[in-house]
T-cell receptor, first 112, second 114 residues
Framework: DAKTTQPTSMDCAEGRAANLPCNHSTISGNEYVYWYRQIHSQGPQYIIHGLKNNETNEMASLIITEDRKSSTLILPHATLRDTAVYYCIVRPPGDAGNMLTFGGGTRLMVKP | EADIYQTPRYLVIGTGKKITLECSQTMGHDKMYWYQQDPGMELHLIHYSYGVNSTEKGDLSSESTVSRIRTEHFPLTLESARPSHTSQYLC?????????????FGPGTRLTVT
C-alpha cells in the first residue's frame, strides 16, 4: 500500500479555511485517497474520498494534484469543533481496500 | 449518525479477570473490526471479520479473542486481563462493495487494568 506523509500538527483560526496537506508519492493507479478524522476520545469519522477528480461534500473539499502524488483536504470555514486528528489514507477501492491503516495523522487545532 | 454501539464505555478491572467488550451494529454490515489505541497514539487493527463465523487477526498482535456468531454482534474477550491491556478499544463496521471505503466507528471502550 502507498505510504502517506502528513504534518504532525497545524493551527487554524476559527472561521478561516483549514488546508491539510498529504503526500502520497507512491500511490498506484487504482488507489483512492480517503480522509478520516478523530475528535478527542471518539471513534474516527469518515470525511471524504477521491481518485483523481476534486471532490466536495457537506463537510469538506478534497483537491488531488494532477499527478496524484499529493492532496489537500480543505475545511472551508473551520470551527472549534473541527479540532481533531485528521488521517489521510490511501487504499484500493471497495472490498479490496477495507483494511484501513491509520498513521499518525495531522493534529489540527482550531483557535478562537 | 452511525448505529454502532459499544459497552461498557469505561471499565476499570483488576488483573486476572476475564472481560468481554461488546460491540453491536444495526446497519446489517457484514464486515466488522476491532482497533486498539493508546492515548495520543495511532490506531492499530487487532481483529476483523468478513461475516458470520469469520474472524481474522489484524496487523497488531493481541492476546484478545473475538467471535462472530451473529451478523450484528462482534464481542472481544480477554481471558485474563493485565495492566498492559490498558487502552481504548474501538469497534467499526462497513458494508461490502463500493461503499466499503466508509467504516463506521463506535464510541469506544476505555479499559483500565489495575
Amino acid at each position: 500500500d502507498a505510504k502517506t506523509t502528513q504534518p504532525t500538527s497545524m493551527d487554524c483560526a476559527e472561521g478561516r479555511a483549514a488546508n491539510l496537506p498529504c503526500n502520497h508519492s507512491t500511490i498506484s493507479g487504482n488507489e483512492y485517497v480517503y480522509w478520516y478524522r478523530q475528535i478527542h476520545s471518539q471513534g474516527p469519522q469518515y470525511i471524504i474520498h477521491g481518485l483523481k477528480n476534486n471532490e466536495t461534500n457537506e463537510m469538506a473539499s478534497l483537491i488531488i494534484t494532477e499527478d496524484r502524488k499529493s492532496s489537500t483536504l480543505i475545511l472551508p470555514h473551520a470551527t472549534l469543533r473541527d479540532t481533531a486528528v485528521y488521517y489521510c489514507i490511501v487504499r484500493p477501492p471497495g472490498d479490496a481496500g477495507n483494511m484501513l491503516t491509520f498513521g499518525g495523522g495531522t493534529r489540527l487545532m482550531v483557535k478562537p | 449518525e452511525a448505529d454502532i454501539y459499544q459497552t461498557p464505555r469505561y471499565l476499570v478491572i483488576g488483573t486476572g479477570k476475564k472481560i468481554t467488550l461488546e460491540c453491536s451494529q444495526t446497519m446489517g454490515h457484514d464486515k466488522m473490526y476491532w482497533y486498539q489505541q493508546d492515548p495520543g497514539m495511532e490506531l492499530h487493527l487487532i481483529h476483523y471479520s468478513y461475516g458470520v463465523n469469520s474472524t481474522e487477526k489484524g496487523d497488531l498482535s493481541s492476546e484478545s479473542t473475538v467471535s462472530r456468531i451473529r451478523t450484528e454482534h462482534f464481542p472481544l474477550t480477554l481471558e485474563s486481563a493485565r495492566p498492559s491491556h490498558t487502552s481504548q478499544y474501538l469497534c467499526a463496521s462497513s458494508p461490502w462493495g463500493l461503499a466499503a471505503y466508509e467504516q463506521y466507528f463506535g464510541p469506544g471502550t476505555r479499559l483500565t487494568v489495575t
